[in-house]
């Protein structure tokens, strides 16, 4: 006998296949990164779990040739590296009586959590794909106007092209203060993407944070904060060294070493923000994107009933991984986490 359609049942709340659309409409509208990649389904349908991607090299500016001379012949480098796809998932479970109580959106919830769980998942892959790039900026200053463009001028353009730079939120209010920064409240009409709070000579900025801080001496960078000035504690010495004091050391001394410690520090502390070029000079480069998401599979979501507890399993996942696929239109800029001056 069919159910009364005026019956509220869970095969109405939980639909795999309009949570799979929901999870991926949220997951498209929430990536910082992935927007300014190529999506490429070419794996779909297709046996094997590993794209090959190429890389060729510019074989060099043509020579003047004198009559009856040869014209040189150069070899093209070309690379290749391949890339394993990956599937990113998650799950959660709802009772009967949280589905069909009412009382807030359970369902809704979930979809939320796991959406913002495969975005999470699948940007930071595509910031790790960027920081693959082999071109880098060096700056001995915080991040600002000067310091982008100089960063902007190792791609080497002859016009200067669409981009997009990946700051880290502690690095916005640096940016605001200079006074050269192009920030959104003066665009005028210009168009604008979502996320975007600023502009510095085309390059549109997008706050993150994955935005990496260079490891090594992020960690002494934190421990600066936490110097102790009695008991038996870890100090810092002027040379910068660390050691475990036996006794209280000299502690009329201690805030200058701290202090001169701190400076040595913030001097080799630095964020390394991507910058990526988003078009090509259609008479010197090829079309291929800077990053590529290779989408074997978009958001699935399967369900599975638990009897003996009422409840249903809601697992989602996504199949793909994330390459970078022309590393001359990623450029990674190193500025300062501080000033040192």
Known sequence: MPVDSTVTVLSKLIDPQVMSDMITEKVNSKVQVLPYA??????????GDTITVPKTAYI?????????????????????KSYTVKKAGIGGSITDEAALSGYGNPVGTLNNQM?????????????????????????????????LVNAIDVFNEEENSEKVT?????QLTQLRLDSKFQSKENYGNQIMV???????????????????????????????TDV?????KTYYTKAGEVYTAVETPDVANIATYYERTKAAVAANTYYLNP??????DTETEDETAALTI???????????????????????????????????????CRSLVEATV
């Open 60 to 80: 060099g500016d043509a020579v003047t040739v004198a009559e009856g001379e040869e014209i040189p012949i150069r070899s093209m480098s070309t690379s290749t």
């Open 194 to 224: 979502d996320g975007e709070v600023g502009m510095i000579a085309n390059s549109r900025i997008k706050v993150t944070n994955k935005v990496k801080m260079n490891s090594a001496e992020a960690a002494k960078y934190a421990l600066t």
């Open 228 to 232: 102790a000035l009695n008991g038996t």
């Open 38 to 47: 190529k999506l490429d389904t070419s794996l779909q349908g297709r046996a």
């Open 115 to 147: 959406a913002k769980s495969i975005t999470a998942k699948t940007d930071v892959d595509a910031m790790t794909a960027l920081y693959e790039a082999p071109t880098s900026y060096e700056s001995t200053k915080i991040i600002g106007y000067d310091t």
């Open 166 to 170: 990946f700051i880290h939120p502690h």
């Open 275 to 280: 910058i990526v070029k988003l078009t090509a």
């Open 294 to 332: 290779f989408l074997k599979r978009d958001t699935n979501v399967e369900t599975e009933r638990v009897t003996k507890k009422r409840l249903t399993e809601i697992t989602g996942d996504r199949i793909y991984v994330v390459a970078l696929t022309d590393d001359s239109k990623v450029v990674i």
